[in-house]
């Protein structure tokens, strides 16, 4: 890395998306503005968004475009990461979740990882630098065996709804509800 390099900072990163939702009241508490990442190792039987499995679908877009989508909506409560495997671009999200904190607004990451999994590997591929910018994490593959409907925000019940500051905190899964 040459010293012009390691003094930029940087202002804009770019993102591969399926698609955004900009006014949702299912991807969280209050309304959302939601983040469809395109790209999913986990492949859930029955998934919600089987669209968002393709690494190669979707389309590129810049934090700039998304985050003036976002103040555009001042009614807006947070943003939710959800996917595909909102992990698979854990820089680029953290990146844009450290931004849209700036506007008061939290984050909610859905992901088919589980906490455990993600906090043993914090220091591998941005995971960490992801759970940090992070206000809820709802983790675990959806299991179509397990489909419920009755729970918030979750489409199966082995899946939690983890308050991630806590959960980093104390170094093991702490439940938000």
């Known amino acids: 890395m040459n010293s012009i390099t390691s003094h930029t900072k940087l202002t804009s990163v770019y993102l591969k998306i399926a698609g955004t939702v900009s006014d949702s009241i299912v991807d969280g508490d209050g309304i959302r503005f939601t983040i469809f990442v395109q790209g999913c190792p986990h492949r859930c039987k ?11 679908g979707g389309k590129t877009v810049s ?11 001042p009614l807006l409560d947070g943003v939710t990461f959800s996917g595909g495997e909102p992990f698979c671009q854990a820089h680029e ?5 450290k931004e849209i904190k700036k506007l008061g607004l939290n984050i909610v990451t859905y992901t088919g990882y589980d906490f455990e999994y993600l906090y043993e590997n914090r220091d591998k591929n941005g995971y960490g630098e992801l759970l940090e910018n992070t206000d809820i994490l709802i983790d675990g ?21 983890l308050d991630c500051k806590k959960s980093l905190e104390n170094g093991y899964a702490v439940s938000a509800e």
């Open 46 to 56: 029955g998934c919600h968004n089987p669209q968002t499995h393709d690494f190669e």
């Open 141 to 161: 593959e959806f299991i179509e065996e397990l489909k419920d409907w009755k729970i918030k925000f979750r489409g199966s019940s082995n899946q939690r709804y």
């Open 63 to 73: 934090s700039d475009e998304l985050l003036e989508k976002i103040k555009s909506n």
């Open 93 to 97: 999200l953290a990146f844009l979740a």
